[in-house]
């Protein structure tokens, strides 16, 4: 079964700077989705990235990037300028297509200002 | 939000009884899920459907049956609450085109069982 492994709970970082969340997974498969969810206080899941295996260019929306690195089975997320609106529970998650979602445990950012 | 709505939003049960939370989308999507949120588990897929009354497990599906007797409505109930149900149940559908294929989530119903 595939599993999905965000190693940091938490993680804080200063207002403007950037900061990478860290996410692990394991498949024996080559064909393969992947996603960044932010879950702000209001509790509502938001996708923030979508990155489809077979591709080799890293996704990219706005101020978040994903560092995809295939062979080793990580997916991180680099948040540029980060913004007090970006302080939330972020999840990793796996899935062939978007069929039944495998996610990791969370990683919750703080933004300090 | 994908008209995606969730009923109710917060309830609380005794153990024992049974529960049926509700999904509701608006835009016609064949494939909908139910998960579930607990504090260090991320979301855990329930059950999942693929259209009118075809429906499948998931990982955590023990305790818990759904029915879709309609494009816009999956139903998830608990026959027998427990405690061990207390959650955040979240709903989603599958949205996309094949180069945006995604989940899109509800709002979530806050579950407490006593």
């Known amino acids: 079964a595939q599993t999905v492994t965000q190693s940091q709970p938490e993680m804080s970082v200063q207002e403007a700077e950037t900061v990478t969340l860290s996410c692990t997974y394991d498949t024996s498969e080559s064909d393969y989705y992947l996603f960044w969810y932010k879950q702000p206080p209001s509790r509502q899941m938001i996708l923030v990235i979508r990155?489809?295996?077979?591709?080799?260019q890293n996704a990219t929306e706005n101020r978040f990037s994903v560092n995809f690195q295939k062979a080793a089975k990580s997916f991180s997320l680099k948040i540029s300028d980060s913004q007090l609106g970006d302080a939330a529970m972020y999840f990793c998650?796996?899935?062939?297509?978007?069929?039944?979602?495998?996610f990791g445990q969370g990683t919750r950012l703080t933004i300090n200002p | 939000d994908a008209g995606i709505t969730q009923s109710p939003r917060h309830k609380v049960t005794e153990t024992g009884t049974p529960v049926t939370l509700r999904c509701h989308q608006t835009?016609?999507?064949?494939?909908m899920y139910w998960y579930r949120q607990d504090p260090g588990h991320g979301l855990r897929l329930i059950h999942y459907?693929?259209?009118?009354?075809?429906?499948d497990k998931g990982e955590v599906s023990d305790g818990y049956s759904v029915s879709r007797s309609k494009t816009e409505d999956f139903l998830l109930t608990l026959e027998s609450a427990t405690s061990s149900q207390t959650s955040v149940y979240f709903c989603a559908i599958r949205a996309g085109t094949a180069s945006t294929d995604t989940q899109y989530f509800g709002p979530g119903t806050r579950l407490t069982v006593l």
């Open positions: 835009e016609n999507h064949r494939y």
């Open positions: 459907s693929y259209g009118v009354k075809d429906t």
């Open positions: 990155q489809e295996a077979y591709k080799q």
């Open positions: 998650a796996y899935g062939r297509g978007a069929q039944k979602l495998v």
